[in-house]
Nanobody
Framework: QVHLVESGGGLVQVGGSLRLSCAFSGSGLNLLNMGWHRQAPGNQREMVAVITPAGNTHIADPVKGRFTISRDAAKNLLYLQMNNVNPEDTAVYFC???????????WGQGTQVTVSS
């Protein structure tokens, strides 16, 4: 079982920056693929960025060059650094984890990010 808690969401102006954090706890933490997903009103949930236990990352095209995902294994924290945001980045952002050993997935409760123009 893995528990995820996001923080850091809020209101940010166009062109600004925001850093989301996800505190994770539980078992099998060193076997987790972790990532950030987002869901805007009326849209499907979409992947934003993922990071493997080895530290390899994949960033979705809409945010490539603006968002960075990182992980502090010692502190059990996952980050999403969001730079140069635009109104299309407005969404609820979810932290997610998948255990590579058993395939189980876990989700946080989400944190709202609103970009104002």
């Amino acid at each position: 079982q893995v528990h995820l808690v996001e923080s850091g969401g809020g209101l940010v102006q166009v062109g600004g920056s925001l850093r989301l954090s996800c505190a994770f706890s539980g078992s099998g933490l060193n076997l987790l693929n972790m990532g950030w997903h987002r869901q805007a009103p009326g849209n499907q949930r979409e992947m934003v960025a993922v990071i493997t236990p080895a530290g390899n990352t994949h960033i979705a095209d809409p945010v490539k060059g603006r968002f960075t995902i990182s992980r502090d294994a010692a502190k059990n924290l996952l980050y999403l650094q969001m730079n140069n945001v635009n109104p299309e980045d407005t969404a609820v952002y979810f932290c997610a984890a998948m255990n590579l050993a058993d395939g189980k997935s876990y989700w946080g409760q989400g944190t709202q990010v609103t970009v104002s123009s």
